[in-house]
């Protein structure tokens, strides 16, 4: 029986058409580069951080043998501090394994500040007691130092999801000045401080999306709640954001960062608690190689 020649056309045409769509669709998944913040191995970002504050310390002194004193002081409200604050701050990431597998996090911001005030009531702060109407000044610091070390879960072309485990350490510090009273007694002008480093461990997760070569999606979260050696309490670190590669190493980044730490403090020098929590906007200039 012989084929037509109509039917061997219609053949060959529809196996043509089959042979470029198959390359049309594979081919152009193979040619096509996946965003660099999936495959880079160092990704680098530097921008501002411009963040609402809530700040509230306290430092544990004792009057006499069986009064305890642990007023938690508002520093935003007492001394006026401005509710909103930028700050540098730095990120960095390292896929150090052949596989890209495992990578070396890093970050950092500081925040601090310092203002006057006439106090609407009393305060007690280590040992001293600050009279209601007295002009005092007051002020803190926090420095954030965060390493982490991850591994990736699943991955793909579009997608990143990893986990691991890290480290926060916190810098933080706190002081009040002003004419100082002890037992309704005067001893003049007085500054206490009170300040430490405090490490909190956690475990932490991420989550990139780039649908495109240009635009990704992000998405971190950190948390651990323990107690460890002389300090306790809960941390939490959350960071979606989006960016955009503008050029082939560089790239713009938008993110929103909320970061709340509660900490009890029972040392020595200082034993009392700092509650903090920054929500704002981060804007960064990204660079990948």
């Known amino acids: ?11 060959i045409l529809l196996l043509t058409t089959l042979l470029m769509s198959s390359h049309f669709f594979y081919g152009q998944n193979n040619d096509t580069t996946k965003n660099s913040i999936l495959t880079d191995n160092f990704l680098i970002s530097a921008g501002v951080f411009n963040p609402i504050k809530k700040v509230n310390i306290s430092a544990e002194g004792s009057l006499n043998a069986d009064q305890f004193i642990d007023d938690e002081i508002d520093f935003d409200e007492d001394f006026g501090l401005n509710n909103f604050e930028t700050t540098f701050m730095l990120n960095f990431m390292w896929r150090f394994s052949k596989s890209n597998k495992w990578s070396l996090r890093a970050e950092y911001f500081k925040i601090s500040n310092t203002e006057k005030a006439v106090l609407e ?13 007295t002009g005092v000044k007051g002020g803190f610091g926090l420095a954030l130092y965060k390493i982490f070390i991850g591994r990736v879960i699943s991955t793909g072309d579009k997608h990143e999801l990893g986990g691991g485990l ?11 000045e002003g004419e100082a009273f002890i ?8 500054r206490s401080n009170v300040s430490v480093v405090a490490p909190l ?4 997760f991420w989550y990139f999306y780039a649908p495109t070569e ?6 971190r979260l950190d948390w651990l709640g323990l107690k460890i050696g002389d300090f306790g309490g809960s941390l939490w670190n959350v960071s979606p954001g989006v960016n955009y590669q503008v050029f082939k190493n560089i790239g713009l980044g938008l993110s929103y960062k909320f970061f709340r730490v509660d ?15 920054y929500s704002g906007p981060a804007f960064t200039i990204n660079a990948y190689f």
């Open 183 to 190: 037992d309704d007694e005067n001893i003049g002008f007085e």
């Open 121 to 133: 009531e009393d305060i007690e702060w280590n040992d001293i007691i600050f009279k209601e109407g």
């Open 201 to 204: 461990p956690n475990i932490g």
């Open 166 to 176: 890290g480290v926060h350490a916190l810098d933080v510090s706190a002081f009040i």
């Open 1 to 11: 029986m012989r084929t037509s020649p109509i039917r061997v056309k219609r053949f």
């Open 263 to 277: 900490v009890d403090v029972d040392k020595e020098d200082w034993k009392g608690n700092f509650n903090m929590s």
């Open 214 to 219: 240009k635009l990704s999606f992000t998405a």
